[in-house]
């Protein structure tokens, strides 16, 4: 049970092309974002449809991977666990994020 404890599961769209970073070490570090759609109808019968992005990133050979087939509009699934971190920014500014770490990848669709 505890592989449940912090497992995220999501099937999106690329928002953009991923930013590949190679650190010194020589891992690699691909950061990109995918939305999720969900429809529903509002009290007056319009069929509304909620976007919501997530962040993601991937280390090493799944980064690889997505380096060399993954483009922005590409439909996705992933498996991987949630995170948050903070930061500084340039101006002094503590900021958070949450992003999923991947682990797996599935390319849906075709070309």
Request: hydrophobic fraction near 35%.
């Amino acid at each position: 049970m505890n592989t449940l404890r912090n497992k995220v599961q999501l099937i999106g769209n690329l928002g953009n092309n991923p930013e590949i970073i190679t650190l010194e070490s020589g891992k690699k570090l691909a950061k990109f974002s995918i939305a999720t759609n969900e429809s529903y109808k509002n009290a007056m019968g319009e069929k509304v449809t909620d976007t919501q992005w997530h962040n993601v990133i991937a280390w090493n050979k799944t980064a690889e991977i997505i380096e060399k087939y993954v483009t922005i509009g590409n439909e996705i699934a992933i498996e991987g666990k949630l995170t948050s971190r903070s930061y500084e920014s340039k101006e002094g500014e503590k900021k958070y994020i949450t992003e999923v770490v991947c682990n797996e990848l599935l390319m849906l669709g075709g070309k």
